[in-house]
């Protein structure tokens, strides 16, 4: 057993977003900018299928410059893709890249929702996106969403046909154009009437697109310059748009920015046709609704006497403001977050550190003070949970209030749609508060109100940690609050020989001083464990320890279930510890539950020393030792100037041809590895763009073909072939249990010196060829496949490592 301490701090770069930080610092341009925005209302949905989907030059021309409430409704949050930053992938995946939408929304300006639709890969025909997704249950959540926002206009990214280019796509546009209709009909999802009300918005389009080949611009359509300039943010919608969709890192999509005139098309889908203008007969001034001419007047009253050297004389007619659109419809948010803007209000609530255990007790510090010269005063009021109100005047002087709370009453950090096991295509949420949520509602510590003159402004402020680093200076970092103690697994499957016995490392993490408990590990009937209990004892806050227990499959099981059970003080906990981090994305901490699948199979290799050359990320290194492979992950300079004859085989990672500058010479080393004898194995490489154009001895081609379906029928083209039958010999049957898809961008025009190896198919499409060929280079042999090893081996699929342990083995 080892202990360390440790404690969990991380770096997090936190928006100045009024919601997602302490601080709301609003120079006087950005003010301006949100006075501006108070003379319109109205707003505009746009409806895609994943993360990355949306035009992101419109969101920011809406939000910016029609200065409507602009929303992306993305039916997925992206689980299924690839990761180019990193290892995470399925609900992990997901986490990160919700925060990416979330992180090109600050800077857009658009706001964001999702459906509880889980995005399990690429997909053909839309039914099978239905099928998946539990079609109704997405359509009344685009239809909450709908009735909740009540746009005006509903854009969609994608057509109802096959142009879509995928079936998550035509899928989205299908169900928004359902949506549009199903929003306004009072007997469609009447259970959300007790706190909407039906909207129908004006009309309904396509934003339609010229990709690559794909041209579905057309001189009739209604078009829209979205490339203009905002001169208070001093920068073109085409810059922002750029910033904003370079956020979405994990898929390669940062973009050049752009300064000219940009032209978008839009084709009429269903409700009152435009003619000319998008917008036509939509009237989004705020004197459109009833009872709201006086308070026109006063917004452009504000607007007009604005000083840009002197925000704060603008207070005392937006409290005038404030109080004129009490009850009626307008964008009391901004209202409010103008108003403290303009006073120079600034107020944070922190903790000391950034972890508390679920039954702490947090100490919270409330601080706040006014910095512009106003004669109005100002009265804070903090209300925190479970105490007595505390009240102070607010002036230049810092007013400082501390407290406890329990964080029981915040509840266990953990991403709402993430806190119940799911099937393949859609998450488990029960609260219909929280369908469309991008996120969890910040924690809070209560109530804080503002007393402005005779106004109560209701604040809203994150429980945050806060900290000063050496190198980036102060670093806000999310409040967690965890169980006491959590039991982390290295892995979510293991594959075991069978017969072979694994000693597990199982990662303690303590989040209270003083703890001591038991971790008890169990396992489905007919796999044999021990210890069946293992002691622990932690003394300080933030100490880990690793602690083994073994298990062995017995007799003939082939499958079950590893879970960790912690007993503390008197309670039982069964979740680990997963954290998200990266520097573009505040830090994402949760607790899944602590357990893994177990599956035992007849297993045997062929040589046992393997390198491993890193590409865009992936967890088959770590899958490999499983299964008694010693796997050194290389380095490019060890590839260059290295030994590489010691090992069996080379590995390439997923993408690496994509992603490494030094691909060239790192390919014409590895060839020459080949020729001397060794064996390569090369992964799945997306068409394009690609840093060399030959990735093999010979040339084939790489293309966007794949297999989708997880249980395609496979042929066997070279059933004598080496790697379907040494060391282990594959069936059918070791293409059960794959999960999303078989594999991905398929070769074609093979030169004739590889052998292709197998043959699927989709349902309805040309068998495909390309997913596995390999050829004899030399002394050596090499291997390249598309098959989707990088999601079947850290999912446990047995026959996906028996069929890789043929890929490495070289019988000569």
Same mark, same amino acid.
């Given at each position: ?84 930053? @990193? ?24 706001? %964001? ?7 399990? @890969? ?135 920015? %752009? ?18 203008? &998008? ?33 704060? !004389? ?106 119940? *096991? ?26 804080? *109100? ?46 075991? *020989?069978? @017969? ?7 990662? &303690? ?55 960790? %059970? ?21 830090? %994402? ?11 035992? !199979? ?18 088959? !290194? ?26 069996? $085989? ?81 069936? *059918? ?75 490495? $083995?070289?019988?000569?």
């Amino acid at each position: 057993m080892k202990l360390r301490t440790r404690f969990f701090f991380f770096l997090s770069l936190i928006s100045p977003i009024l919601k997602a930080q302490n601080t709301a610092s609003l120079n006087a341009a950005e003010i301006k900018q949100g006075l501006e925005s108070l003379q319109v209302s109205g707003s505009v949905l746009y409806v895609a299928a994943h993360p990355d989907d949306e035009n992101t030059k419109l969101l920011a021309y809406l939000a910016k410059e029609k200065k409507v409430r602009a929303g992306y409704l993305s039916i997925t949050r992206g689980d299924g893709g690839q990761n180019l930053i @990193g290892t995470e992938q399925a609900d992990l995946l997901g986490l990160l890249r919700t925060q990416e939408l979330l992180a090109a929304r600050r800077i857009d300006g658009a706001e %964001q929702f999702f459906t509880r639709a889980n995005d399990f @890969g690429f997909s053909n025909p839309p039914e099978e996106s239905f099928e998946f997704w539990n079609k109704q249950q997405v359509l009344g959540d685009m239809v909450w969403v709908i009735r909740k926002f009540q746009p005006q206009v509903i854009i969609t990214r994608f057509p109802e046909d096959a142009r879509a280019g995928h079936g998550n796509h035509t899928a989205s546009a299908m169900l928004a154009h359902e949506a549009f209709k199903a929003a306004a009909d009072p007997k469609q999802f009447p259970e959300q009437l007790k706190f909407v009300k039906p909207w129908q918005a004006r009309r309904i389009v396509w934003n339609t697109f010229n990709f690559g080949t794909v041209n579905t611009t057309a001189d009739d359509q209604l078009k829209l310059n979205v490339g203009g300039y905002n001169a208070l943010l001093g920068k073109s919608y085409g810059e922002i748009a750029a910033s904003s969709r370079s956020q979405h890192r994990s898929q390669g999509f940062g973009a050049a920015a %752009q300064r000219t005139p940009s032209i978008e098309y839009f084709s009429h889908v269903d409700g009152v046709p435009a003619k000319k203008d &998008l917008f036509e007969d939509i009237d989004f001034s705020l004197s459109s609704a009833p009872g709201m001419a006086t308070v026109e007047k006063l917004v452009a009253k504000i607007n007009q006497e604005y000083q840009v050297a002197q925000p704060y !004389a603008s207070l005392k007619l937006l409290l005038e403001l404030r109080k004129a659109v009490n009850g009626k419809p307008f964008k009391h948010a901004l209202l409010d977050e103008l108003i403290l803007a303009c006073a120079g209000i600034w107020i944070e609530t922190n903790v000391s550190v950034p972890t508390y255990a679920i039954t702490d007790d947090i100490p919270v510090q409330v601080q706040a003070l006014a910095r512009s010269p106003i004669a109005i005063p100002i009265k804070i009021v903090v209300t925190p949970k479970g105490l007595h109100p505390l009240s102070g005047p607010l002036s230049s002087q810092m007013t400082d209030f501390k407290f406890t709370i329990p964080a029981s009453t915040i509840g266990l950090t953990q991403p709402y749609w993430l806190e119940k *096991k799911h099937p393949l295509g859609y998450y488990i949420v029960d609260s219909l508060a929280l369908i469309g949520l991008p996120e969890n509602p910040a924690p809070v510590m209560g109530e804080i *109100k503002m007393e402005i003159g005779d106004q109560q402004i209701v604040v809203i402020r994150p429980l945050l940690h806060k900290y000063t680093d050496p190198e980036k200076g102060e670093i806000y970092r999310p409040l967690v609050v965890a169980p006491p103690v959590t039991a982390t697994l290295p892995d979510k499957a293991f594959v075991f *020989k069978k @017969g072979e016995s694994r000693t597990f490392v199982v990662q &303690l993490n303590n989040f209270k001083a003083h703890v001591k408990g038991v971790l008890k590990p169990a396992v489905t009937a007919g796999w044999k464990i021990s210890p069946a209990t293992i002691a622990f004892n932690f003394d300080k806050k933030g100490e880990d320890q690793e602690v083994t227990f073994s298990v062995i499959p017995a007799g003939n099981v082939t499958e079950g279930t590893l879970q960790l %059970q912690l007993e503390v003080e008197g309670k039982t906990y069964a979740k680990g510890l997963q954290e998200i981090n990266y520097e573009h994305i505040p830090v %994402q901490t949760l607790f899944p539950l602590a357990e893994a699948k177990v599956s035992a !199979a007849e297993i045997n290799i062929a040589g046992k020393r393997i390198g491993y050359l890193n590409g865009a990320g992936d967890l088959v !290194a770590a899958a490999l030792k499983q299964i008694g492979y010693q796997v050194t992950l290389l380095t490019e300079n060890q590839v260059l100037h290295g030994d590489l004859s010691s090992y069996d $085989a080379i590995i390439t990672g997923v993408r690496l041809f994509n992603i490494n500058p030094l691909a060239a010479v790192l390919q014409s080393r590895l060839m020459k590895y080949v020729a001397d004898g060794g064996t390569l194995v090369s992964q799945y490489n997306v068409n394009s763009p690609l840093k060399i154009e030959e990735l093999g001895p010979y040339p084939f081609k790489l293309t966007r073909a794949r297999v989708t379906a997880e249980d395609a029928e496979v042929t066997f083209l070279a059933p004598d072939h080496q790697v379907l039958n040494y060391p282990n010999k594959i069936t *059918k049957k070791d293409f059960e249990g794959w999960v999303q898809e078989r594999g991905l961008y398929f070769a074609k025009e093979l030169d004739p010196r590889y052998t292709a190896i197998l043959s699927m198919n989709d349902k309805g499409e040309p068998a495909e060829h390309g997913s596995l060929f390999v050829t004899k280079y030399g002394k050596g042999k090499y291997v390249y496949t598309g098959l989707a090893f990088f999601r079947e081996l850290p999912a446990g699929v047995p026959g996906a490592f028996r069929l890789f342990a043929n890929l490495i $083995a070289n019988p000569q």
